[in-house]
């Protein structure tokens, strides 16, 4: 800082070390702060809370970045962006710095995911060397207290339109004389986990709506014939799996509608800057009305099937006839209700 003419300060962010980290760095001339909260998160948002700065620089203090090289970030930050992120693969990553299935898999994999799911222009989605506008961290709220803060951080700033940038950064071999906290398989999942649910549309509703198409396109191929495959027949049994199918997509979307209302009305999502054609069918009245109709279609079936084993005197008959009408009749009541019910329930959320 002295070196480039930077007005700032060092703020370690400290929540229960028990070696003389603390004594050492306000030796050091650093200010600490105590977080009474576990995890890393927890003291991240402690730390960025009580810092004084414009812009604050996070890193892990273990030795792996070397913080006398932060003027690109510093150079970015003035420039208008808002976040800036370190890119390791980039910078370089020195021998033994960073584990082989985080350098191969995890990292690649959890990024791909970010630049798929949110549109997010980094390609190292979890380096602990970034840059920000402490204002604009503090609106968009970083809640959680694990490792899965640094994906909050980022997945945040993006649904907030935050402007992010990146810079190459080095990785050195962590200096510690013991292991890190972080745990490769449980803190992986935490991180993918956290993705997903900030993410209902590939979450819920794309594969809803597959596995609802494919459903649906076996329910018409099957409802009038038995198709086969040499010696393999499709017949009734298949046609119940594909009603099945087109239920469960449909339970699917529903509940994508819910978690993206119930999103927005907490502010953990932006509202969308327009509604989709489909959420009208969402709507409470044309819920009731289509449900209304899809029961008295499905419940048509029924009867008719009804109708038909009374031709018979009641006697029994050929299920793979009769489930034709009972198998579909079935599924449009019970869509029918659940159709309903999620009007219902998005006009409460509403």
Request: charged share 20%.
């Amino acid at each position: 800082m002295k070196r480039e003419g930077v007005t700032g300060e060092v703020l370690i962010a400290d929540n229960g070390s028990t070696d003389s980290s603390v004594s050492i760095a306000k030796a050091e001339g650093a200010r600490v702060v105590h977080v009474p909260e576990k995890g890393y998160g927890a003291a991240l948002r402690g730390g960025i809370a009580d810092a004084k700065g414009k812009y604050v620089i996070m890193g892990d203090a273990d030795d792996s970045y070397d913080f006398s090289r932060l003027m690109p970030f510093v150079q970015e930050l003035r420039n208008g962006g808002e976040l800036v992120m370190g890119n390791r693969f980039k910078g370089g990553i020195e021998k033994g710095a960073m584990p082989f299935l985080h350098r191969y898999l995890g990292n690649p994999v959890l990024s791909l995911i970010g630049r798929l799911f949110f549109k997010i222009p980094v390609g190292d989605f979890h380096c602990g060397l970034r840059g920000f506008h402490r204002e604009r961290m503090l609106e968009i709220n970083p809640k959680t207290s694990g490792m899965e803060f640094a994906s909050e951080m980022v997945v945040k700033s993006s649904l907030a339109g935050i402007d992010i940038r990146e810079v190459p950064t080095t990785l050195s071999p962590d200096g510690r004389d013991r292991p890190p906290h972080l745990n490769t398989w449980r803190d992986g999942w935490r991180h993918l986990k956290f993705l997903l649910i900030y993410s209902p549309a590939w979450s819920l509703l794309y594969p809803g709506l597959v596995i609802f198409i494919i459903g649906l396109l076996l329910t018409l191929t099957l409802i009038g014939s038995s198709p086969s495959i040499g010696a393999v027949v499709f017949d009734v049994h298949t046609l119940l799996i594909a009603a099945t199918f087109c239920f469960i997509g449909f339970q699917l979307m529903s509940i994508y509608v819910f978690s993206k209302a119930y999103g927005v009305n907490k502010g953990y999502l932006p509202p969308p800057q327009k509604m989709p054609w489909w959420s009208k069918l969402f709507v409470l009245e044309n819920s009731l009305r289509l449900g209304g109709l899809l029961l008295l279609f499905g419940g048509g079936l029924i009867v008719y099937s009804v109708f038909f084993w009374s031709q018979t005197g009641f006697s029994e008959l050929d299920p793979s006839q009769t489930l034709r009408l009972v198998i579909p009749g079935a599924f449009l009541v019970m869509l029918s209700i659940q159709l309903a019910i999620t009007g219902f329930l998005l006009e409460l959320l509403r």
